[in-house]
């Protein structure tokens, strides 16, 4: 493995850490009303570039790595939504 597949692996998975810490901290705190939908958008639009990039490229751990963030910021994503929707967690009017 050269080194510049070694950076792209350890990235990918601090990457995944940062998102999941995220939806670890939605859930036990039920708070998202400071969660960016325009943060989440474009994060989930990278990871679906890369996950076509990384498709071409034919690397099966970045495959992996791309689906495993993907489905991170879907949580979030879905977690926000339901939020404003009040179906979940508590309105921002109510904390």
Known sequence: ????EVLGLVSIIVLNIG?????YKVVTTKKCEDL???FMGLGFVSFIGLQIYTIEYGNMIYILGNQIGMTGVGILFLLKVLNI???WGLLPEQV
């Open 85 to 87: 929707k009040g179906k």
């Open 19 to 23: 998102w999941w810490v995220q939806v």
């Open 36 to 38: 960016s939908l325009a």
């Open 1 to 4: 493995m050269e080194w510049l």
